[in-house]
């Protein structure tokens, strides 16, 4: 869970991407490709290896679930690949181990996802799968009843990790009457209620060419993609997309819960409000999150993993969702240290709204940001998910390039305004699971919503 | 299947999966050039020129099975201790400067191995190719930052094991499976050895075991031979070699008694079943098993369509999950097991016999060529999507040379596994599933009281 908000996160700032260098690699090169159907999907070609790979995203993930049937936009990730049209479950799964085709899809909470990885000697029947997928899930009773046990099973597993109790409870009382404060996969209760009719319609409601985007990257060309995005995506419908959700306040802004629980660590997951993707000072943001957690270096691991051994990991990033923008954070550390490392956490904070960074850490922070790009690009998977992520933010083709000057043109004089604009350390929300000592919870853990 | 590697990172927590080292059918997988420094280090160069950008790593033939007794976890806390600096790079600089630079990097340990690796633009691979030889020798420790460290190192293993009930019985299990050979140990440490760890064990492990002679270089991605080289010669070749003790592996007594595991505990939501065997690697045992070995995990276990997975999970109903694992990378005794976890209504026993019963039909009644053949072929093709990345291969080939494996075995691998059979299957799985010695673990909730 956490893993996969940090990605979100991480592309969500965004950064550059660098255009070749004297060294002669070759470039990475963005084309808009427009199938003749008129389905626009960005494309980097790569012909080095026999694999084409994509990625699409729909609108609509788990806050779109109805009350009482949350889960539903997790097991229909988990279904869509279990049978469609002429094949069964068995059937579907075998064409695709026989030909090593990955295809996948996940829910996340405001977005809907798939990606397929194939050999080109495979792409027509790949495609083809995920549009059987996307158009005619079966939804058999025998995969829905099995993955639905799955699914059951692991909520049962997660529900004892410190780690996931952590993170629910901070999203149930930060969002009490929002749908972001539900579990994202569900209950044991509500993935039960789930039918296949509540499936279907998801699927079809989601799974629109409206607000779809698509990208690829591989040993395929513009006209070949045209053709497949066509014959794939053509017969989705063109309905308006789902509203997105409703913009969110923060509750329980600035209290500290513990949950008990006999663990030798506790863990514990904090979090304010943040700043919107599109919001002009975003890239003050990334400058500054980077210098507060960006891993080795950075205030928090320096504080409090370097210098006092406290941790063995302390992390922060941006999580701008629809709905709502956060800035959330976590870190484990024996029980007799709690207190210690969340007075720490505060203190870090308060010091770099009032202070601001300095210039050597925003010199560093500049040239990692800047820099570090590239790191992120050298598999295929990565790099659609870029293309997708540029798309949803609706960034010009060129905005690699324009990236750096952006980042760079960021002044200290907006460092310090925007340090005060993000951080606030009585603002921050602690949870904390385990048995910590001398740490005193000011509110009462609120109950699971039904 | 024994944690394969533990790292320094915490939030970049990079575990490696290198299950595939193979490639296209008929073609070479990683095509890399390699030659050795007059000190003995091996330089490997894996081109990949997409992106502008480099991966680089030293592998040192050292890991966590190298320790002496009463010391476990030193391997790891060492790789922990070698960013806490040098006279020219002083504590928290290294990871510093190469961020400063654009890259990232972190390091991990195995049993048989420990590595350090950067990823950074390829214009900045002389940069960290200079600090990581000079912290190949020139490691200074100072004792404040060591017992911080130490605390940190607690906590990961407070993190990863402590507060995890499946964790905590593998180690046990580990613990059971191997008799004598050192894998048994726990990779990160038990708590009161590491708490007993100093600076003095530490500098001891690093001046036995870091010397060029002992360390493979690898770099892929935006670099060629060529250019790599003159850097190899400037920076590595001009650490003097030194004399590197042999690793001594204690014999494994043959195995005759099951065992069994059992751990409840109050985080286990629900019960779940392994059962493994000591299996051969390519420098233990029957060598000849090992890729028999792994067609028959496949086969038997690798996915939705495997039998297992069919039978309990789809048609009997027994199983939430099942399949089937096998190791073959390390030095010492690998493992070969199943595991599963039962049905809500089933018992873990049921399961447990089912999954025997499955068992006993595959010795009796042999494998279907056909299923050998279609698992061969996926396991091929699969082996595509392996050069698909800078990263992956440095880490897949690195890790094959650091225990002892040569690129000409590596790059053989498609046509290997191309021409595994049936019978060969059959015979693997006689040789290793028809011992005794297995040992059985099983996760029970345990009823808060």
Not at chain 1, 217 to 241: K, M, N, Q, S, Y
Not at chain 1, 259 to 277: C, K, L
Not at chain 2, 112 to 119: K, M, N
Not at chain 2, 179 to 205: C, D, K, S
Request: overall charge negative; glycine content about 8%.
């Amino acid at each position: 869970m956490t893993k996969m908000l940090l990605r979100c996160a991480v592309f969500a700032l965004g950064t550059l991407l660098v255009l070749g260098h004297a060294g002669g690699a070759e470039a990475i090169e963005i084309r808009r490709v427009v199938s003749p159907g008129g389905i626009e999907a960005w494309l980097v070609e790569d012909h080095k290896n026999p694999i084409i790979t994509l990625s699409a995203s729909f609108k609509g993930g788990a806050a779109a679930d109805p009350d009482g049937k949350e889960g539903l936009a997790d097991m229909v990730a988990a279904l869509l690949d279990e049978g469609a049209g002429p094949y069964d479950s068995e059937a579907f799964r075998r064409q695709l181990e026989d030909r090593v085709i990955g295809l996948g899809f996940s829910a996340g909470r405001d977005g809907f996802s798939a990606r397929l990885q194939t050999l080109t000697e495979n792409s027509d029947t790949a495609f083809e799968l995920l549009r059987l997928a996307m158009t005619e899930p079966r939804f058999d009773p025998e995969p829905v009843e099995r993955i639905r046990a799955q699914i059951v099973s692991s909520l049962k597993r997660s529900a004892t990790r410190p780690q996931t109790i952590a993170s629910r409870t901070w999203w149930r009382a930060a969002f009490p009457d929002h749908p972001y404060g539900r579990p994202d996969s569900g209950t044991v209760d509500s993935v039960g209620r789930i039918t296949v009719t509540d499936m279907k319609g998801f699927a079809g409601r989601v799974l629109t060419r409206d607000q779809m985007e698509i990208g690829v990257v591989g040993d395929i060309d513009p006209e070949r993609l045209g053709l497949l995005l066509d014959r794939t995506f053509g017969a989705l419908p063109d309905t308006p997309a789902p509203t997105t959700p409703e913009a969110a306040q923060l509750s329980a802004v600035g209290e500290t819960f513990v949950v008990e629980q006999a663990v030798p660590q506790s863990v514990v997951v904090f979090g304010h409000r943040g700043i919107p993707r599109d919001d002009p000072d975003r890239f003050a943001a990334a400058i500054l999150m980077e210098i507060m957690a960006g891993g080795f270096g950075s205030r928090l691991t320096e504080e409090i993993r370097e210098k006092r051994g406290l941790t063995y990991g302390i992390y922060a990033f941006s999580l701008p969702l629809d709905g709502a923008q956060m800035v959330m954070g976590g870190v484990s550390t024996r029980n007799d240290k709690v207190a210690e490392t969340v007075r720490l956490v505060r203190e870090i904070w308060a010091g770099m709204a009032e202070n601001g960074p300095t210039e050597q850490e925003v010199r560093d922070a500049k040239t990692y940001i800047n820099g570090s790009f590239p790191m992120q690009l050298t598999s295929s998977a990565p790099i659609a998910g870029m293309l997708v992520s540029l798309q949803r933010d609706k960034r010009p083709l060129d905005y690699l390039e324009k990236r750096p000057e952006l980042i760079d043109s960021v002044t200290m004089e907006d460092l310090r305004r925007v340090a005060k604009r993000l951080f606030h350390a009585d603002e921050l929300t602690f949870v904390v699971v385990g048995q910590p000592k001398d740490l005193k919870a000011t509110a009462p853990v609120p109950e699971p919503r039904s | 299947m024994r944690f394969p590697a533990i790292g320094r990172g915490a939030l970049f927590l990079a575990l490696f999966c290198i299950l595939i080292s193979g490639g296209p059918a008929g073609a070479k997988v990683y095509e890399p050039e390699s030659f050795t420094l007059p000190n003995g280090m091996q330089v490997v160069a894996i081109t990949d020129q997409r992106v502008p950008v480099v991966t680089h790593m030293v592998w040192y033939k050292v890991g966590g099975a190298d320790e002496a007794p009463g010391e476990t976890g030193l391997a790891h806390f060492l790789e922990h201790l070698l960013f806490k600096g040098t006279e020219k790079v002083p504590s928290g600089e290294f990871s510093r400067i190469v961020s400063r630079n654009g890259g990232q990097g972190n390091a991990f340990t195995g049993y048989d191995y420990t590595a350090y690796f950067q990823t950074i633009a390829s214009d900045k691979l002389p940069l960290v190719m200079e600090m990581e030889a000079d912290r190949m020798t020139n490691l200074t420790l100072d004792e404040d930052e060591v017992a911080a460290e130490r605390q940190v190192v607690l906590e990961e293993r407070r993190s990863r094991v402590d507060n995890s009930p499946a964790a905590l019985l593998s180690e046990r299990t580990n613990a059971a499976l191997y008799l004598n050979y050192p894998y048994r140990r726990p990779l990160i440490g038990w708590a009161h050895e590491i708490e007993a760890l100093t600076r003095e064990n530490a500098l001891a492990f690093y001046r036995k075991w870091y010397a060029p002679n002992n360390a493979i270089l690898v770099v892929a991605g935006d670099i060629t031979m060529e250019r790599l080289m003159p850097l190899a010669e400037k920076y590595y070749g001009v650490i003097p070699a030194r004399p590197v003790p042999e690793r001594v592996r204690p014999a494994e007594p043959e195995q005759i008694a099951a065992r069994r595991v059992e751990l409840a505990h109050p985080l286990a939501a629900q019960e779940s079943w392994t059962r493994r065997w000591l299996a051969p690697s390519r420098f233990w045992g029957e060598s000849r098993h090992v890729l028999p070995l792994a067609v028959l995990a496949e086969v038997i276990g690798g996915g939705s369509t495997s039998r297992l997975y069919k039978k309990l999970v789809i048609e009997q109903k027994i199983a939430l999950s099942v399949g089937a694992f096998s190791g073959g990378g390390d030095i010492g005794p690998s493992t070969f097991g199943f595991y599963g976890v039962p049905a809500e209504g089933h018992s873990v026993e049921e399961l447990e016999k089912a999954i025997e019963t499955e068992l006993q039909a595959i010795l009796r009644d042999g494998v279907d060529p056909a299923e050998v053949a279609r698992a061969v072929k996926s396991m091929k093709a699969s082996a595509v999507y392996a050069r698909d990345s800078v990263t992956a291969p440095a880490h897949a080939v690195g890790q094959a040379l650091a225990v002892g494996r040569t690129i000409e075995q590596i790059e053989n691998w498609p046509e290997e596994v191309g021409a595994v059979t049936a019978e060969q299957v059959m015979e693997a799985a006689h040789a290793i599933l028809t011992k005794p010695g297995h040992v059985t673990s099983i996760l029970r909730p345990k009823p808060a009281s």
